[in-house]
């Protein structure tokens, strides 16, 4: 649960004074306090989060350099492939 300040103490005073009594007043401030902690956790990134997306966008770059090899490597073999296929046509005619 991520760690938030929230005083509590001064949240409880405020509904006192608006007539609740104490122990109501305690009880909404500790579910106020518990809320705002879920909604904290549910919404912003820590930082292990950011570090686990930081290693999948270099698992995935990775990934694209060993792609842009093998197509670099298909490229080159297709040109070779093409100009033996060439070589042979022109050896049937000529």
Do not use: P, Y
């Not at 930082?47 to 490229?75: P, Q, S, Y």
Request: charged fraction near 30%.
């Amino acid at each position: 649960m991520s760690t938030i300040t929230f005083d509590t103490l001064k949240f409880a005073e405020r509904i006192e004074k608006a007539g609740a009594s104490r122990e109501l007043a305690a009880a909404i401030a500790e579910a106020q306090k518990v809320s705002l902690a879920e909604v904290m956790d549910a919404s912003l990134a820590t930082k292990g989060d950011v570090r686990a997306v930081h290693d999948d966008i270099l698992r995935v770059e990775r990934r694209m350099d060993g792609i842009e090899a093998e197509i670099r490597l298909l490229k080159w073999m297709m040109g070779v492939l093409i100009a033996i296929a060439v070589a042979n046509f022109a050896k049937q005619f000529f």
